[in-house]
């Protein structure tokens, strides 16, 4: 989808017009008995296509939640893909609209307008290709031209590194595995000027990093850790990013009932995410140094898979007593963090589909924040609702913690309960992070957002690019 900013509006295209349930009978609403007519009450997800006047309507429940117009625009533009109009020019109903709604609006037209149709064999294409932005609004307010294009740019690069997390999330195991997740990266690291280093098993056994290795072993595809760099000149603040890759989560030995494995290429959607916010900072030459660390494996079974009862010895040396292979991607990240925690970070972050109880204590829709530092915890979840996106913290405590221990090793991989499970695996995590950066870090559990069965807000069935908003978000409010 193309933006252009324009003055005029001509009269071929569709004018899309929000509306205020509350403000139906208002001057501005030039089609007030139509619409009336038609039963439109101008709540969430409303929308009235009147063709005659080129016109489409969609409700807003609440103005003063920006998030309301992103999430209305997503539907308006659902809507008008499913029309012959090549173009949608924007227009709004609001005098207090803003820069920062007409911000929230682009994302959320082009966020709406995604579509994953590499694997149907008949792609019915679309007429819309173009959202056409009026400098003016009703009320003859016109904003500035060069701003405008500002908002246009960022909005295109937030679109593009979601649509790189989603597209890879949506990939099949057999296209994305380790070392296609790896070319990828690579290839988009030369596109925008990343630098990317690309390390195999060797490195990985050479550098101790036995818990990594150990998921990966019985698959016919390769591990990788992928490495990437934005390294600019006089950077005020280090970051580096870890995600979890698992290109495909069979559960290994400790295998996944049928209905739990569907799905299960979306346990990369850390990884990916990572790799669109790299990609992200890259384009925006933010003077914030930051790395992109993905831990890419596949959990398979096999003769050579690891096994409950093994002790795995990490990077840090560290042993963790094996009870439940399915519990892989904190293995992977283990060591992931000790190699991040020696790149000395200001701040650490790492995005996984780390726990289905993570779902279930938060929902579809909510990543689960943990960490140890408080003002962290709130600064990301601003973040995160500044960005369109939904956090939660969850709190670690003491009593948790304890359900980790191990008879034989210095923890399990899974807790003794089974409840708690999203803070347990955090806590688990937190022993792969120096104890020096404890108040820099935070972990970051997308198991919920990450990839849905239906659409929701801005996003369409599948995976929906979760963190990349929200730390990209973060990262701008550093610089
Ligand atoms: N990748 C899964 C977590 C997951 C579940 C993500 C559902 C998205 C949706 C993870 O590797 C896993 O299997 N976790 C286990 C942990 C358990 C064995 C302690 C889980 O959540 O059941
Ligand atoms: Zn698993
Ligand atoms: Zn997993």
Redesign the pocket.
């Given at each position: 989808m193309n933006i252009e900013i324009i003055n005029k509006q001509s009269s071929d295209t569709l004018e899309l017009i929000f509306v205020l349930n509350k403000h139906l009978e208002h001057e501005n609403i030039k089609d007030s008995e139509s619409l009336k007519k038609l039963n439109f009450k101008g709540s969430d997800d409303e929308t009235a296509l009147l063709i005659d006047v080129n016109r489409l309507y969609v409700g807003i429940s609440d103005a003063t939640e920006i998030d309301s117009f992103r999430t209305a625009a997503a539907t308006a533009i659902r809507c008008a893909k499913k029309t012959n109009y090549q173009t949608l020019t924007v227009g709004c109903y609001d005098k207090k609209e803003t820069l920062e709604v007409t911000s929230a609006m682009l994302e959320g037209l082009l966020l709406g307008a995604y579509e994953f149709t590499k694997h149907k064999s008949k792609n019915e294409e679309t007429s819309l290709k173009t959202i056409s932005l009026k400098t003016e609004n009703y009320y003859q307010n016109t904003f500035n031209e060069n701003e405008l294009n500002e908002i246009v740019t960022q909005s295109t690069y937030i679109n593009e590194a979601v649509t790189i997390a989603r597209d890879l999330v949506n990939s099949t195991p057999e296209d994305i595995t380790p070392i296609a997740l790896a070319a990828k990266s690579q290839q988009l690291a030369k596109e925008v000027g990343l630098e990317c280093e690309i390390y195999d098993q060797n490195f990985l056994v050479e550098n101790n990093m036995n818990a990594f290795l150990a998921v990966s072993r019985a698959s016919v595809n390769p591990p990788r850790l992928i490495h990437l760099k934005h390294l600019p000149k006089n950077p005020k603040k280090r970051v580096v990013l870890v995600g979890?890759g698992?290109t495909y989560?069979s559960?290994g030995l400790?295998l996944?009932p049928a209905d739990?494995m569907v799905?299960?290429k979306?346990?990369k959607a850390g990884a990916c995410a990572v790799l669109g916010i790299m990609v992200m900072i890259a384009r925006l030459d933010l003077p914030i140094e930051v790395h992109g660390i993905m831990g890419a494996a596949e959990?398979m079974i096999g003769g050579n898979a690891y096994k409950p009862d093994d002790v795995l010895v990490a990077k840090n040396g560290k042993t963790i007593e094996v009870r439940?292979t399915?519990?892989?991607?904190?293995l992977v990240l283990a060591d992931c963090l000790v190699y991040a925690c020696e790149l000395e970070p200001d701040y650490l972050f790492d995005m996984?589909?780390?726990?289905?109880?993570?779902?279930v204590a938060l929902g579809h829709y909510t990543t689960g924040i943990m960490g140890y530092n408080s003002r962290l915890k709130h600064n990301m979840v601003k973040a995160a609702n500044e960005s369109g996106e939904l956090a939660s913290t969850l709190q670690f405590n003491k009593y948790l913690k304890k359900l980790i221990k191990s008879n034989i090793a210095d923890m399990s991989?899974?807790?003794s309960s089974?409840y708690g499970?999203a803070i347990?695996?955090g806590m688990f995590l937190s022993e792969f992070v120096d104890e020096k950066y404890h108040d820099n870090w935070l972990h970051l559990d997308i198991?919920?957002p990450?990839?849905n069965d239906s659409a929701w807000g801005v996003n369409e069935a599948g995976g929906t690019g979760a963190g990349v908003r929200m730390i990209s978000k973060f990262i701008q409010n550093l610089a």
């Open positions: 979890k698992l989560d559960g400790s996944k739990s799905s299960m979306m346990d959990n439940n399915d519990a892989e991607g904190r996984a589909t780390l726990t289905g109880a993570c779902v991989n899974i807790g089974r499970g347990t695996a198991a919920g990450a990839y």
